[in-house]
């Protein structure tokens, strides 16, 4: 009797506890409450149908993370032109054309119906005119054995015009929002560094200059789509390499996304062959929870838009203290979510151990060779 007296004294407390957890309670987001503050990161699936949209099993993946209470969905890199595909991932999904609405608004009703909220993720460009592109090319980019070319200013004006559109079809799809790709050192988010953009153009030089095609493509899509509708970046808090981006230029370019039509900034960083990636330091002993935390936190104190934290991140009552200590106001995650799509229904019902996914990145090696999106512990 006793006993039973006690444990449902603990679970009253787990629930009084969960209650006031701000990271599960609900959060107003430009316009948009979600309900709570746990958000899914952009995670390719490699699963698209062969015209690129949503396929029956990518749809699954999707309906299992709202029905397992996400707050906010953010979709894979969605690129706004097929032909600018990166051949390693061409089961991306793009959305280039007006017929593909009606798919792409399948996914958006079927999120919406279990209450969470969707933002689509524009994907970086590769290729451009059936050529290899960067902003500039650099030594180490000829030793990579791809014939790279440098993009002219009127590629790049067409390059706007197509997040331009591809935005506009993502609200007439039903997408909340839409987040620019400008993190991991992928071609756009190349742009924003002085260490890999030394163009002479507009979009070279000064820190205005850096973020101009950010900019740019932001002041586009809210010219198609309205003012209203709420436009994220996802960025680097730095490039982590000897004469990279700093987190005080991240600083002064977040500064600029955010008086010019930005709405949120999900905080990444790194890149393929530095010292620390998106997933994280390479060295497994530099690696901690919540490996940008600091950097995120720079970044929220100095703008008044809202920080989405990603990177790392396995233990809620870690996140609590994150939003507590006013360093982020939302919490992302990829891999766990790959590995326990209902983890938030799991900490919601009160079982608030951390996420056992051990970030041995056998999720990336699945997409890398060709198949579908898989955490191989759970195989
Ligand atoms: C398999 C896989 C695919 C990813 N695809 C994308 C993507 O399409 N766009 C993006 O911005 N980030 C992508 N990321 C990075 C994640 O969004 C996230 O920034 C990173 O994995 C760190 O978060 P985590 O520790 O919670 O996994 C991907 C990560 C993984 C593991």
């Not at 949209?53 to 309906?63: A, F, I, R, T």
């Amino acid at each position: 009797m006793v006993k039973e007296i006690c444990s449902a004294f603990t679970l009253i407390q787990k629930i009084g506890e969960e209650t006031l957890m701000k990271l599960l309670s609900s959060f107003e987001l430009c316009g948009m409450t979600l309900k709570n503050r746990v958000v899914r990161s952009a995670t390719m699936e490699n699963m698209a149908t062969s015209d690129k949209m949503p396929s029956k099993e990518l749809l699954h993946l999707y309906e299992e993370l709202a029905k397992g209470d996400v707050g906010l969905i953010i979709t894979s890199g969605v690129r706004p032109d097929r032909t600018w595909n990166n051949p390693s991932h061409n089961r991306g999904m793009c959305l280039d054309r007006d017929d593909q609405i009606p798919v792409f608004a399948e996914l958006t009703e079927l999120v919406h119906k279990f209450g969470s909220k969707i933002v689509m993720q524009l994907g970086s460009f590769f290729v451009f005119n059936g050529d290899y592109v960067l902003p500039s090319v650099l030594p180490d980019d000829y030793a990579s054995g791809i014939s790279y070319r440098e993009l002219t200013t009127s590629e790049i004006k067409k390059i706007v015009s197509a997040y331009g559109a591809a935005g506009l079809r993502a609200s007439k799809a039903g997408f909340d929002a839409v987040q620019i790709h400008l993190a991991h050192g992928f071609p756009l988010s190349r742009f924003l560094s002085p260490f890999t953009n030394h163009r002479s153009d507009e979009y070279g030089g000064s820190i205005e200059n850096l973020a101009r095609i950010g900019v740019e493509i932001v002041a586009e899509i809210h010219q198609r789509v309205g003012s209203q509708f709420p436009i994220f970046i996802k960025m680097n808090v730095s490039d982590f390499c000897e004469g990279g981006m700093t987190i005080d230029d991240a600083v002064q370019l977040a500064k600029i996304f955010s008086l010019n039509g930005v709405s949120a900034i999900e905080t990444s960083g790194g890149a393929i062959g530095r010292e620390v990636s998106w997933l994280g330091p390479v060295d497994p002993s530099q690696w901690r929870e919540g490996y940008f935390k600091d950097y995120a936190a720079a970044i929220k104190s100095q703008v008044d838009i809202p920080v989405i934290l990603v990177g790392g991140l396995r233990d809620p009552e870690m996140m609590e203290e994150i939003i507590l200590h006013n360093q982020s106001d939302l919490i992302a995650m990829s891999r766990p979510l790959i590995k326990e799509p209902c983890i938030v229904k799991r900490w919601i019902k009160g079982d608030l151990t951390s996420s056992d996914c051990t970030s041995c990145d056998s999720c990336s090696t699945t997409i890398m060779n060709e198949k579908n999106l898989q955490c191989i512990l759970e195989e």
